[in-house]
């Protein structure tokens, strides 16, 4: 079967062949090592590549002692991958030349493209089409090369592979930028962890980031997903490499850079990557089990955690160290890091007790003392019963000070037994890289501090919480695929009698309203809810042509006779006329009593489609936010998990002898907010419920105002 | 003059002399290097102490080739400093000998004191007091040492200055845990910093760390100052330190742990520390112009950007690399450190625009790209038109990949000389060991990743802006030195009308309201609101008895008829009979509108002395806190910072056309409260007054309720 057949049927199997081509030809190979069109086939000699490698450079018979060809045609078959290195219209000419001979896969290192200006952007789309017609894949423009050392095919130009030696490992890493592809390289390496992938995709004008990641998941081998992100302009193919990835239990972890307006701007500039509102992002993320990096910190510092196999059960943890200063670190960084220091039992305190000097403790941390120093068998003698200690999920192991005098071999030999035994996770704290280096030694997970200890253990812990939270929701739905969102028209605002009618139609109680045309209706309108029962009314101004009512006098609040409501209906009708608005009626509502204000909100992100807001309401949203992103579809666990990490979560149970809130009328609603916003032919763009005023458990809450803005037809 | 008279004029003075004796006697001294009464002899020796070393040792002629004596009344004169490595009794009479020969500080490094047990902290208190009674300052019991390597006084104990070899410079470190005065030395001494001072106080039964720090800040060498801190219980000594350190611009850097509930659990089982409430350290630190490091890494990642002179005029930070997404990273991390990225001069851009590649960019960050790999000239050209530009007050500058093909000695000679002609802070994010290594051979700040680099110089800026604020505030008034608060007596509940009378007594604008004792006074005194104009009033049953009283059914809101006030009269009775209180009386009070409900509280902590708090008001203050902690003396200007801190800040200036709050107004009763907290006679223990109901600028405030404790008489 030739390459393009192949990758005719399958789009992603052009992609699997890139990671391990029979035969890869160098378009523009150069005979110094050093240049762009030379290190790929440096590296592909030196890395041990086992395929095919063709050179092709019309001026040289011979490059890098490797035969050279003249052109593409002059190669004895068609290569799976070409890596194109000229510059400007040569790499155009040589891409259409690799297409119209059948490769599966183009890897365009060539700058100059849609990195540079409009033109180059233009002609970048023009070389993808063509190659897409033709059923040729590409990687990049602009790329720095894909790199797996595990088959050796390093067809990567970055200067990173000579500076730190590769060792082929457990842990790849996908990233549009090269830099980004090579530095957690470089970091994982110099804490002695072997990589397999590094790939700098580039321009991501056809193959990207999140396409590659659904094929370097399938790896049997990889342990570990590192992705740096600017942008997610393809979330379906990144929900399709976290299912991929879910299905074989590799953990992905993702570093998405543009958090801030500052950081949106400058990812514009380098990637032309647009901004994801980042709350969504950190939702999305959440939704298909990968986790987020906050740093490059964080992206490589959890990584030997990852790699030892752990089962986490829980988030308890246990802190032994030679240092009262260390214990209390560490379980002030364990609470930053929720992961509480319960007390060993009292069985395990007493066999503590007999063992150590009467002033260490021995509750939970355990601080050994600077008894250590003049007997190294305490920390052996203590570790037993430590081990067989049912409280601990983790543990930490601070080793603040040690040398000549203490036993640092037995510690380091001691605490890998130990870790072995219980199989639980366990991290060590040693300053000193005397000590440290022994224990790394016997592969256990060390950092210079306890601070980094704990953050690191406790990012995977809550990793594995996440992991264990999809998987349980894996077993019993599966997660729709995000689609491409539709291109939605332009679109207009709805009046609030007409909003409040489509939430009513949905299933969302509304306040019990009357729309008036006339002073007569507002006041029959008025009389009719007293016969309900109702005491006082609000009046307002019913408009589709101003979504903020009180600034412009279109609400009246407590009315309670039918003069008054009759008076505001006139007062209405003067205010819109002063706005310069046309009223469609005004609105005769119960004035409703609840217990708290909050809000329902939803969107249409041009990537991620539907978001649904939920949080505190009020008109203090904007000004001092307290909200939650849920991404239907979603059930009401969902929005109560969402509720119960705003602030004001402690309010949901009721607080200082209030009754609790019926949050289960409120999930009830956001669930048909988000069934709405995912309705595949739903016309509405943006809606806004603020206040949902929620009663005591029981009493059910109702939507008083609503603004909804709808496709034009 | 002999040591004890030197000590009895000035009791700083014994603590000078300990940092540089002329004579330290060893008792106890071992001729094993490795044990607690040989290694500090041996130290001694080998780090070039100056004066005379008198071990003390009964048995032996010689130790450690140092001819040796058998007991203090031996050697030829009194010595400055005795170390006492003894152990138990041994250790109590020896310090007695010490204080009754005159010695004037003496360092007792046996355990078995208060660390162990209530039977040790009495021997330790007797010790103590036998000392104080004859003129001799102790450091310890229990301590590790104090370590001065610039007069070679090493009279410590620690593993660690055999295993990390020693250098002079200028870093002091002063900890009670010996592990946590040597730990930040290790830190440091790997990252090529010399430290002078690392002294480990232990139990602090005399001289405190605080009290220690007085006179370490006095070293006219010394350019910074770590502190490790687990309680505070000396804060007058820790605000004279700061003093002094203010007087010679060296900044502190303090890490006080027990932070969490847990962290201070562990600290009272270590040093016996008791919890300060966390808000009020922090409080007090800032105050006192101590940055607080959240961890071990804060405390000694950015000491080298202490120690480079820079004086900083503000935060915009201008980023540089070869790689754009460092430039993303760069700038999301510096916008968690509320460091700006201001876009350079068009001129600026202009000149780099000439210099770059057209794809490059300009602005802020500048992007160098890919291009720096084939023309490492590019670097050196850039610098001077950015070094010329004005928006910028400090730099980064990322090299994210670089080595073979690249120039990285002229990088860093270009970066070392950049810096030196702006003389504004720089930091280097380098990843690579090849590259780093190069920048800092030239003694610039160099971190593995710019999210860590941004920290730091964040950090610094930081704690730069908080010494000017203080230097401002030093300039205006003396901050008075904290005194040791008295023990107050058991206190009592005022009624709400004594507290309102209290409050109104110190200028605190109070409700109009009446205590009332019969329905008749209850009419006349609604009546009588509804002269002044009063629509409708709160009545609400006034005790002595119970401080919360609306879940007791003792408060009716809105009445606006004289029978429904006196029906409010009966049915506060009715409501105090059922719960089983004493009224004494009723009050009928104006119902007032007003903006927002604010809150003010105040305390005495135990240690501290009076400490303010400032907030959001309403019934939620437990449940949801939104306060800010203030230390009296204070004036409106420090109110209002605090104010501006608050999550409700928004709404201080009015928000969705609300109008401003008036906060000179609230500013003013916070003042109030504070003078009447700080007054050495007020028998105030603790007052709350929620809400204080803030109305329009112009309009004032006014406290509604108010719940204080006053010591009984």
């Known amino acids: 079967m030739s390459p393009s057949s192949l990758a005719s049927r399958d789009p992603r199997a052009a992609l699997r062949l890139a990671l391990a081509p029979r035969s890869i030809a160098v378009i523009g190979a150069s005979d110094n090592a050093h240049k762009i069109g030379g290190r790929p086939l440096a590296y592909l000699v030196r890395f041990g590549y086992r395929g095919t490698v063709y050179p092709i450079n019309p001026s040289r018979a011979e490059v890098q002692g490797v035969r050279c060809f003249t052109s593409l045609h002059d190669l004895p078959e068609v290569p799976d991958v070409a890596i194109v290195a000229l510059a400007g219209d040569a790499a155009f000419a040589a891409v259409d030349e690799c297409a119209q001979a059948g490769v599966a896969l183009c890897i365009v290192m060539s700058s100059g493209f849609g990195e540079v200006d409009a033109a180059g952007k233009l002609r970048e789309q023009a070389m993808t ?24 095919a390093v067809a990567s130009f970055s200067t990173m592979f000579n500076e730190v030696e590769p060792l082929d490992g457990p842990v790849g890493i996908i990233s549009q930028s090269g830099a980004m592809s090579v530095i957690p390289y470089g970091l994982l390496r110099a804490r002695g962890i072997g990589v397999r992938h590094a790939h700098g995709t580039g321009n991501d004008c056809d193959v990207t980031v999140c396409e590659l990641a659904c094929v370097v998941a399938e790896d049997p081998e ?35 850079a543009g958090r801030s307006a500052a950081g949106q701007a400058a990812a514009l500039s380098h990637t032309g990557a647009l901004a994801n509102e980042d709350r969504t992002v950190d939702a999305f993320l959440a939704e298909h089990g990968i986790w987020r990096a906050q740093s490059m910190v964080d992206l490589v510092d959890t990584t030997q955690l990852y790699l030892m196999g752990w089962k986490p059960r829980g988030r308890r943890l246990v802190a032994i160290s030679n240092s009262g200063a260390v214990c209390v670190l560490t379980a002030d960084a364990a609470s930053v890091a929720n992961m509480p220091l319960e007390p060993l039992s009292d069985a395990t305190q007493a066999e503590l007790k007999a063992i150590l000097p009467g002033f260490a403790t021995t509750r939970n941390p355990v601080d050994l003392t600077a008894a250590l120093l003049t007997n190294s068998g305490l920390f052996s003698a203590i570790l037993p019963p430590i081990a067989r200690d049912p409280s601990a999920d983790a543990f930490l192991i601070g080793i603040a000070v040690a040398g000549t005098g203490y036993d640092v071999e037995a510690f380091a030999r001691d605490t890998a037994r130990f870790a072995a035994e219980t199989g639980k996770p366990l991290v060590v704290a040693a300053p000193q890289l005397s000590v440290s280096d022994r224990f790394k030694a016997l592969g256990l997970a060390v950092y210079p501090t306890e601070g980094e200890a704990v953050r690191a253990l406790g990012q995977f812990l809550s990793h594995a919480e996440l992991q264990q939270v999809v998987a349980v929701r894996d077993a019993q739905v599966a997660l729709p695929v995000p689609c491409r969102p539709r291109v939605r028209r332009a679109s207009i605002l709805l009046d609030e009698a007409a909003s409040l009618a489509l939430l009513a139609a949905r299933g969302v109680a509304v306040v019990r309203h009357t729309l008036c045309h006339s002073e007569v209706e507002a006041r029959a309108a008025f009389e009719a809810l007293v016969l309900l029962g109702v005491a006082s009314v609000v009046v307002k101004g019913c408009t589709a042509e101003a979504s903020h009512k009180s600034e412009l006098g279109l609400v009246r609040v407590g009315l309670n006779a039918a003069d008054a409501v009759a008076a505001g209906y006139r007062e209405m009708q003067a205010a819109a006329r002063n ?21 329902i909100g939803a969107r249409f992100d041009a990537v991620f489609g539907p978001v649904v807001l939920v949080g505190d309401g009020g008109k203090y949203v904007e000004a001092m936010p307290d909200v939650q992103v849920l991404l239907p579809p979603f059930d009401a666990a969902h929005v109560e998990r969402a509720l119960r990490r705003l602030r004001i979560a402690p309010l949901l149970d009721g607080v200082r002898g209030e009754p609790a809130l019926d949050v289960a009328a409120f999930c009830r609603c956001a669930v048909a907010v988000g069934a709405l916003m995912n309705d595949a032919d739903t016309d509405v763009t943006q ?27």
Chains 1, 2 share one sequence.
């Open 129 to 152: 089409a063509r190659a897409r017609a033709l059923g040729m894949r590409i990687v990049g423009p602009n790329s720095q090369g894909l790199a797996n050392f595990g088959s050796g």
């Open 222 to 256: 990889l342990r570990l997903l590192l992705l740096y992100l600017e942008g997610i302009p393809d979330p379906w193919h990144l929900a399709e490499a976290a299912r991929v990835a879910r299905g074989r239990n590799l953990p992905i972890v993702a570093l998405k």
């Open 579 to 599: 706005a310069g608005i046309t009223l469609s009626g005004v609105i005769v509502a119960e004035r409703v009593h609840g217990l708290r204000e909050l809000m």
């Open 687 to 713: 809606l806004d419920i603020n206040p949902l005023i929620v009663g005591a458990r029981g009493a059910g809450c109702v939507a008083v105002d609503a603004v909804i803005y709808q496709e034009q037809p």
